[in-house]
């Protein structure tokens, strides 16, 4: 069964700490992976594509790795602000001749603390 | 640049009823993704509109279809509505089928 996971499910920091989000996927069929931030009841907004000839993209605060041998990805928050509560999902896209699918994980809550 | 547009943001319907979701996508893209998020969880993949074709598909049953017609926009129709259908639903747009998705903001359907 192809999964994604991501841990923690929740996390509090305060304000001005580095975090760092975990995603986890099973099948090593993957074509890119991308991070999103999702507000409560919102759509999601893309932070980061990662093509899985990549190893990392940086956008701002933000640097997503991949490791393809592993089957992980990780996003790096630098300098946390309120601003960044949020759920964080990541996205894998898998890509084979017999399929060609999007599996999100369960997303990450973050709520940082001012 | 509009992004991508969903409508209605809100619908409410009965069990057993017809609803039809719409989404422009961004402009450019010409791929339209569809998915479901049921509350707390993530995204599930619906299915794929390229070249108004379907071209891929998630786990959903048939009772779940779409189109996409030739200025690249896209809708979803769902029959015979169950309470377990109740979800935010999300489209996606890109310029090809595996380039960078954008996401408009969901259409929150209730089942009652």
């Known amino acids: 069964k192809q999964e994604v996971t991501q841990i923690p499910a929740a996390l509090s920091v305060p304000e001005g700490e580095n975090l760092v989000l975990n995603c986890s996927f099973t099948?090593?069929?993957?074509?890119?992976l991308q991070w999103f931030r999702q507000d409560p009841g919102k759509g999601l907004t893309s932070l980061l594509l990662i093509q899985s000839s990549q190893r990392e993209q940086t956008s701002g605060r933000l640097n997503a790795s991949l490791d393809k041998s592993s089957g992980r990805s990780t996003l790096y928050i630098a300098a946390s602000q309120p601003g960044d509560s949020a759920t964080y999902l990541c996205a894998v896209r898998l890509r084979k001749t017999s399929y060609d699918k999007v599996i999100f994980g369960p997303g990450t809550s973050l709520s940082v603390i001012p | 640049d509009a992004g991508v547009t969903q409508s209605p943001t809100h619908l409410i319907k009965t069990r057993g009823q017809q609803v039809t979701l719409r989404c422009s996508p961004k402009?450019?893209?010409?791929?339209v993704s569809w998915y479901q998020q049921a509350l707390g969880q993530g995204p599930q993949f619906i299915f794929q509109?390229?070249?108004?074709?379907?071209?891929q598909r998630g786990n959903f049953p048939d009772r779940f279809s779409g189109h996409q017609f030739p200025n690249y926009s896209s809708e979803l129709n769902v029959n015979a509505l169950l309470l377990g259908d109740s979800a935010l639903y999300l489209c996606?747009?890109?310029f090809g089928t595996g380039a960078e998705a954008f996401f408009g903001q969901g259409t929150r359907l209730t089942v009652v």
């Open positions: 402009s450019g893209h010409d791929t």
């Open positions: 509109y390229y070249e108004e074709e379907e071209r």
């Open positions: 099948d090593s069929a993957i074509y890119n």
């Open positions: 996606a747009s890109s």
